[in-house]
């Protein structure tokens, strides 16, 4: 074989070995390139609804001079109501997508039924959990209701949020909550996979 050869034969041996590792499954059965897309369309939506907020709150005092509850509970409103008007049709799904809610289901379920699942599960229930809400996307979370949050363990399984948002775990749903307006960005229900004592 001479050099030319050679170094085409080399070339293809790498070539192939790299689309291989570009493929390796990850364990949600889905390709590391796969799931990395659905995560950039994630971050995406979260940027777009970022800058519409920050249009919302255009005008608007600068929240962090208001002191008192009156005026922070105002605020909130205010904020609230700017953002339905620039988004009158959310509705769900328009962030948590159905590749998105696939992903995301799989990374919760990850933990869950892992060594730390037991764990995840006695944190639930020991802070509070929330039932069943009727719950609106683009509508303010019910402020006579808990606010439970989400266990640590399974918060680092999920990508990170900018400030100002949040997930928060509603029975077997997630929401995905804006603090500063205290309004309902999307959800995604069952979210948690049923344990075996629910079934």
């Known amino acids: 074989m001479n050099i030319r050869s050679e170094t085409a034969s080399i070339a293809l041996i790498v070539a192939s070995a790299y689309f291989a590792l570009a493929q390796v499954a990850s364990p949600a059965g889905k390709s590391v390139n796969q799931n990395s897309l659905v995560i950039q369309d994630f971050d995406k939506r979260l940027d777009d609804y970022a800058k519409l907020r920050k249009r919302a709150q255009a005008g608007l005092p600068n929240s962090k001079s208001e002191t008192s509850a009156a005026n922070v509970k105002q605020y909130q409103q205010s904020l609230a109501q700017n953002i339905r008007s620039q988004r009158p049709r959310a509705k769900a799904g328009d962030i948590f997508t159905p590749s998105i809610t696939q992903l995301f289901r799989e990374l919760i379920a990850t933990p869950i039924?892992?060594?730390?699942?037991?764990?995840?599960?006695?944190?639930?229930?020991?802070?509070?959990?929330?039932?069943e809400l009727p719950l609106v996307v683009n509508q303010e979370y019910p402020q006579t209701s808990a606010m439970q949050s989400t266990p640590p363990t399974l918060l680092s399984n999920l990508p990170k949020l900018p400030p100002d948002l949040e997930y928060r775990i509603v029975g077997r749903g997630l929401i995905l909550l804006?603090?500063?307006?205290?309004?309902?960005?999307?959800?995604?229900?069952?979210?948690?996979?049923?344990?075996?004592?629910?079934?």
């Open 113 to 131: 039924r892992g060594n730390s699942g037991g764990n995840i599960r006695a944190s639930l229930r020991h802070a509070e959990p929330v039932h």
């Open 178 to 199: 804006d603090t500063k307006a205290n309004l309902i960005v999307d959800l995604l229900p069952d979210a948690l996979p049923i344990s075996q004592g629910e079934r």
